[in-house]
């Protein structure tokens, strides 16, 4: 197994519904180690740069405004295979799909209130961490 970082973002439904804890505990409970974290609320041309590659598609504008609507809380994971670890604890995109015992399905409200985003590859990670985060605000813990 290979040790990675991955981007996390609790999303606003899941911070005003009072989940970080509960999300973070279970990061930490699968073995999910924190290198970075911090909440913000993000501008409207941050999340419009954050989510570029869905510009084209029908629902850009209703997520730019939803992940404009709040705190968020951006995290940096790592452990063996952080991506692949992360994107299983968090469970499918649609709630409806997710498995009772992922965070999507015992926190999402909806298919964009989805409570968690993760990173899907490495190189997305790569990009997404940097996005957020500076070198300086990242800690190694491997």
């Given at each position: 197994m290979q040790k990675e970082k991955t981007l996390c973002i609790i999303k606003p439904n899941a911070v005003s519904d009072n989940n970080i804890g509960n999300i973070i505990a279970r990061y930490e409970k699968?073995?999910?180690r924190i290198s970075a974290i911090k909440m913000a609320v993000l501008t409207k041309e941050k999340a419009e740069?954050?989510?570029i590659e869905h510009k084209e598609r029908p629902f850009f504008s209703s997520l730019v405004t939803f992940m404009t609507s709040g705190v968020i809380v951006?995290?940096?994971?790592e452990g063996e295979d952080a991506v692949t670890k992360n994107r299983k604890i968090m469970g499918?995109?649609?709630p409806v799909d997710a498995a009772p015992n992922t965070l999507?399905?015992?926190y999402a409200r909806s298919m964009e209130a989805n409570a968690v985003h993760g990173s899907d590859s490495i190189p997305s990670a790569e990009r997404e961490i940097s996005y957020f985060f500076t070198p300086e605000e990242l800690y190694n813990r491997f």
């Open positions: 699968e073995g999910l740069g954050f989510y951006l995290m940096v994971l499918a995109t649609n999507r399905g015992l």
